[in-house]
């Protein structure tokens, strides 16, 4: 494991420094209360899907199921930075060692790429579903359905492991302090003692492929659909079609839109402050929103959260 060494002395620092949200001690509670809060919200939002597909036989189609496991998904997204963040709230020091800086940095972009995969999934299933309805039920079976999942879960896990294991190889000079609220390339680069240009550009390279290729998917798959949709003879058709793919269409806008605006460029063009709200934007606000998105565009998760409350 390599250690960050300051160049105007001979010790060495085994940790950086989060600044996360600079401000008072009354501002920091305040602040953790509101993201505590946030944080249950999203917890309760997305465990309620999962409970409602797995209590209600009518949702165990692959629509569902494939919204269960990103609802699973987005738990484990979120909490792969806010619990730190929450604790740097009522922190003096503001300390994340190493290991648990690079570890964060590797669970959070591994789940952050795993919802591109799934969101693509989602679209496809979508377009079988509107464009082959008479065929879907043999195409989209429940061992395709699972060789999906499955599919997204280790391509997610094995997008970013080299390039992290590559950047954690590197020396760090200087200041260790990252004015962010978790562990993002762009401001562990900057600290970097020497620019690693190629680094910088490798990092570009795979974001781009992950981030167009699935979304170039989306919106082939979602080109098709409306297509079929405007040849439907019946506006009851189109309307509910248009229903069936609204909710999957808001939330790729969501998560794409910020995270385009993040990673699409390069990095050392996003000034601290801006990486901070496009970050809490995509990594928060949009696990926040999703279930309420899904359940209220949806009646039948509706009727099955109704069902499960009344219980």
């Known amino acids: 494991m390599k250690t960050l060494s300051s160049p105007s002395n001979s010790s060495t620092i085994t940790g950086f420094i989060l600044l996360g949200f600079p401000c008072s001690k009354e501002g920091q509670i305040l602040l953790f209360v509101i993201f505590f809060i946030v944080y249950l919200l999203i917890l309760m939002g997305n465990a309620s899907i999962i409970c409602a597909v797995y209590c209600d036989q009518r949702l165990h189609t692959p629509m569902y199921l494939l919204l269960a496991n990103f609802s699973f998904l987005e738990i484990w997204y979120v909490t792969s930075t806010v619990p730190n963040m929450l604790a740097n709230f009522l922190s003096d020091t503001k300390v994340i060692s190493f290991s648990g800086c690079f570890l964060q940095f590797y669970f959070f972009f591994s789940f952050g790429s795993t919802e591109c995969f799934f969101l693509a999934v989602m679209a496809f299933d979508r377009y079988l579903a509107i464009c082959r309805p008479l065929h879907y039920p043999s195409l989209m079976t429940r061992h395709l359905c699972n060789?999906?999942?499955?599919?997204?879960?280790?391509?997610?896990?094995?997008?970013?492991?080299?390039?992290?294991?590559?950047?954690?190889?590197?020396?760090?000079?200087?200041?260790?302090?990252?004015?962010?609220?978790?562990?993002?390339?762009?401001?562990?680069?900057?600290?970097?003692?020497?620019?690693?240009?190629?680094?910088?550009?490798?990092?570009?390279?795979?974001?781009?492929?992950?981030?167009?290729?699935?979304?170039?998917?989306?919106?082939?798959?979602?080109?098709?659909?409306?297509?079929?949709?405007?040849?439907?003879?019946?506006?009851?058709?189109?309307?509910?079609?248009?229903?069936?793919?609204?909710?999957?269409?808001t939330v790729v806008s969501l998560f794409y839109g910020s995270v385009m605006i993040m990673y699409m460029s390069p990095t050392s063009e996003h000034e601290a402050g801006m990486q901070k709200i496009v970050t809490l934007f995509y990594s928060v606000g949009t696990p926040l929103l999703n279930p309420v998105i899904y359940s209220l565009r949806n009646k039948d998760m509706k009727n099955a959260l109704q069902k499960i409350l009344r219980t």
């Not at 080299?162 to 900057?190: E, K, T, Y």
């Not at 798959?221 to 509910?240: A, C, E, H, N």
Request: overall charge positive; glycine content about 6%.
């Open 147 to 249: 060789t999906f999942v499955i599919s997204c879960w280790v391509l997610g896990f094995l997008w970013f492991p080299v390039p992290i294991i590559i950047i954690s190889q590197m020396s760090f000079c200087g200041s260790r302090i990252i004015d962010h609220f978790l562990c993002d390339p762009g401001p562990l680069l900057a600290l970097a003692c020497s620019r690693a240009p190629l680094m910088e550009i490798f990092w570009t390279i795979i974001m781009t492929l992950l981030l167009v290729i699935p979304f170039l998917f989306i919106m082939g798959s979602y080109i098709l659909v409306l297509r079929t949709v405007f040849r439907l003879p019946s506006r009851d058709g189109q309307k509910k079609a248009f229903s069936t793919c609204g909710s999957h269409v």
